[in-house]
């Protein structure tokens, strides 16, 4: 308990004790969800090197008949390098970003992946058809879109289960609490409260 005197207010906060997890023998305040947002982040990376691998195979299988070796050297390089553009726009930390964030990043950095991914083949002297470039990128982006959609939702599941939810700590003015509190521990959010803390204050008057 802690107690603040003045002469203006006092105001008592009870906060709850720290508990320790005997079964694993460290504090429970050591939080867990930076390792599982990196276990998301691993599953966004997968399915987005998957996404730019299928439209590649579609486009190619629409326009042409066979598999030439040069081709599919360059889908076998072509996620490394999509890969590599996405977390340039910092797409594996979708936590920190708002949809329309995210949706304006894919969009930047799939144009831009697919940029790359041209001139490479150009460099080694390797010719692309434009439709198969036009098929790639149309389907590359709904595939993201889909599931980037998909992987949001599951996020919000996870965080109204409590799974990624971080343990906080408030520290805000008495006058604006309920407020902050109400957004705080609204289902989804991604915050568990343990506590409030409000130092005492007085609220101004007309003579003041």
């Known amino acids: 308990m802690i107690r603040n005197d003045s002469a203006a207010a006092a105001t008592t906060i009870r906060l ?10 460290r504090s429970a305040v050591r939080s867990r969800v930076p390792r599982r947002y990196r276990i998301i982040a691993c599953g ?14 579609i ?31 910092d797409l594996y930390s979708p936590h920190r ?6 949706f304006r990043r894919i969009l930047g950095a799939s144009s831009m992946a697919l940029m790359l991914i041209v001139l490479g083949t150009y460099w080694v002297h390797l ?16 595939l993201e879109l889909m599931l980037r959609r998909a992987w949001r939702w599951v996020t919000w599941r996870l965080r109204r289960s409590g799974w990624l939810s971080l343990r906080t700590l408030l ?20 915050y568990g409260l343990v506590g409030c803390v409000s130092p005492g204050q007085t609220r101004p008057t007309a003579d003041d």
């Open 16 to 25: 709850n004790p720290i508990v320790l997890d005997p079964v694993e023998g």
């Open 44 to 57: 966004l990376l997968l399915t987005d090197a998957a996404c730019i691998a299928i439209a590649l195979i």
């Open 59 to 89: 486009g190619y299988l629409t326009r042409f008949n066979t598999m030439r070796p040069a081709y599919a050297a360059a889908m076998i390089v072509a996620p490394f390098v999509w890969v590599a553009v996405f977390q340039a726009f």
């Open 97 to 102: 970003l708002a949809p329309e964030e995210e």
């Open 127 to 142: 010719s692309l058809s434009r439709l198969w470039m036009g098929l790639t990128f149309l389907l590359a982006l709904t």
């Open 171 to 190: 520290i805000a003015n008495p006058f604006n609490t309920e407020t902050v509190v109400n957004a705080l521990t609204r289902p989804g959010s991604g």
